[in-house]
């Protein structure tokens, strides 16, 4: 790299240590480094939101899908987010503020009692800790695309760097880093999709580029593709409509905004429910914009790299920053992916923590010890989720691209949270015994759609929820209500 493209990424990483380790000074209590002693401002939660979903998973796994598929990768944020974290804003997230919780499982707990409670929470733990292998494999892809730097030692760095200031700072440091991040991840997303669309010849350049190449990308620049959209190997060559209108719409997407451990928590340490209501709202408007910095580069990354396809979708990015960006602008970007990977994994990791101590440790193996020792446990649980997630590395490789390996991931289980959220809230016969049955139901519905195969994971997210909502409405049919947990 250029002197000045170096200079700006160690720049950022030392700004970023030294806040976060300063934030660190202010975590005197388990209350601190779980909710931030409730005291974080809507505008720090909105844009931490934010980074936390797009993060280097759209960076190097969204802007391979864009690449695969086209523009209805897009769908993943103006179907997939802005509704649903609109009315997670509205509706849902004052109620989770107004109860005190730390967590989803302590939430669904008080409706479907312990037992649930502890399914979650394991379910959760892996999720969060399989996801870090993701985010973990992005880096290795980056910066031996664009560093030149080996596998592990990619991840190795990595990992060091975001478990310093997560396991000492917690959410406070996890929050406000993530502001910074938000700012550089924008601005190195936006700049390489300008100089990407400058050297492409303008929208016109891209959509004569794409029609030259026929067939193969045909449907491109479609936002809704046919469902049987694949090539001469049976390999999806697009995101199926049926799909994504009730895979993603109406599962995967309220699901995560609602049920996500690592997107919940954010808006549980607000200052006080507008707080919490407004980081969502702020949220879903700064996620309109996403597209442009991460989907537009991989349309363009078609045109640009028809010549030389690149061995792997999830390499697209690396090549667009390593050949167009100049001295400077490729700094920013890289600033950028370490402020996407980072703000991922610190959410993740403090999230996976807050479950891990919360509703199963403290739950159920070590009661009535004081808030100190939770204290030292999140920081410890922090670690040992982000050796885990380098542990999973290895599988996450398997996938297509990251962000194939990631959605893959949540249709095993966002039918069934999502069913126990809706039942919760909405339904009062609603009850503990239903409560499993939604959970054996709907994961294992999702398991054999997944071991058959010949199903996108769209429509396997879809029909997990709609066996989950079968199995806790006759689970639950004839039995009552489970009492809200003294305990929880």
């Known amino acids: 790299m250029h002197w000045i493209d170096t200079s700006v990424v160690l720049l950022y990483l030392a700004g970023t240590l030294v806040l976060g380790l300063l934030l660190a000074r202010r975590v005197r209590s388990g209350h601190d480094f779980f909710l931030a002693g409730r005291r974080l401002p809507f505008w720090a939660i909105g844009m931490s939101l934010v980074v936390t979903d797009i993060g280097a998973l759209e960076m190097v796994g969204g802007t391979g899908n864009a690449y695969r598929f086209g523009i209805a990768q897009a769908n993943f944020e103006w179907i997939g987010c ?27 707990g008080r409706t479907y009692g312990p037992a649930v409670r502890a399914v979650l929470g394991i379910v959760a733990v892996v999720f969060l800790g399989a996801a870090l292998g993701i985010f973990f494999e992005a880096s290795a892809v980056m910066f031996e695309g664009v560093l030149g730097w080996s596998r592990w030692t990619s991840i190795a760095v990595t990992a060091i760097v975001v478990a310093i200031y997560t396991s000492g700072g917690g959410l406070g440091a996890v929050v406000y880093t993530d502001v910074i991040q938000c700012v550089i991840l924008f601005a190195g997303g936006l700049a390489i999709a300008g100089v990407a669309m400058a050297e492409v010849g303008g929208l016109g350049g891209l959509r004569d580029g794409l029609a030259a190449l026929g067939d193969r990308t045909a449907h491109h620049l479609e936002l809704l593709q046919p469902d049987e959209l694949v090539d001469e190997r049976g390999e999806p060559l697009g995101l199926p409509w049926t799909g994504v209108l009730v895979g993603l719409g109406i599962v995967l997407s309220p699901a995560y905004w609602l049920g996500n451990q690592a997107i919940v928590q954010r808006t549980l340490g607000a200052r006080d429910v507008w707080h919490a209501r407004a980081s969502m709202l702020l949220g879903a408007a700064l996620k309109i914009v996403v597209p442009v ?6 349309l363009l990354g078609v045109v640009l790299l028809a010549d030389r396809p690149p061995a792997e979708a999830n390499d697209v990015y690396p090549i667009l920053v390593r050949e167009l960006a100049p001295v400077g ?33 403290a739950r159920f193996l070590v009661r009535g010890r004081e808030d100190g020792h939770h204290l030292w446990v999140g920081r410890v649980g922090s670690l040992a989720i982000i050796a885990f997630g380098v542990a999973m590395v290895p599988v996450v490789a398997r996938y297509g691209t990251i962000y194939e390996a990631f959605q893959s991931y949540l249709s095993f289980f966002q039918g069934p949270t999502l069913a126990l959220i809706l039942g919760a809230v909405l339904w009062r016969r609603a009850s503990p015994a239903g409560g499993l049955a939604c959970l054996a139901g709907g994961i294992g519905t999702a398991a054999v759609l997944h071991a058959a195969g010949g199903l996108h994971y769209l429509h396997v997210a879809w029909w997990s929820f709609v066996a989950s909502v079968a199995c806790l409405v006759l689970g639950s049919w004839r ?7 003294a305990s929880a």
């Open 82 to 108: 802005v509704p649903a974290m609109v009315i997670g804003g509205l509706l849902f997230v004052p109620i989770y503020w107004k109860l005190g919780i730390h967590s989803i499982p302590e939430f669904l």
């Open 293 to 298: 910095a991460f989907v537009v580069p991989g």
């Open 329 to 361: 602008i490729r700094g920013l970007v890289y600033a950028a992916f370490l402020a996407a990977l980072m703000s991922t994994v610190d959410s993740y990791a403090n999230s996976a923590a807050t479950v891990l101590v919360k509703d199963l440790y």
């Open 479 to 485: 039995t009552r209500r489970g009492g809200r947990e």
